[in-house]
């Protein structure tokens, strides 16, 4: 179906962008916190 072939990569892209942001929030907190005075 081309419905199925359009939203499958779309899907997909979808995920990849959303685990790209959540590691770029976890990565920017995680320096964040180490680079934080004790």
Do not use: E, R
């Not at 081309?2 to 907190?29: Q, R, T």
């Amino acid at each position: 179906y081309p419905a199925y072939l359009f939203l499958g990569p779309v899907v997909i892209g979808n995920l990849v962008v959303l685990n790209l942001f959540l590691a770029l929030l976890l990565s920017n907190f995680g320096s964040s916190s180490l680079s934080a005075p004790t």
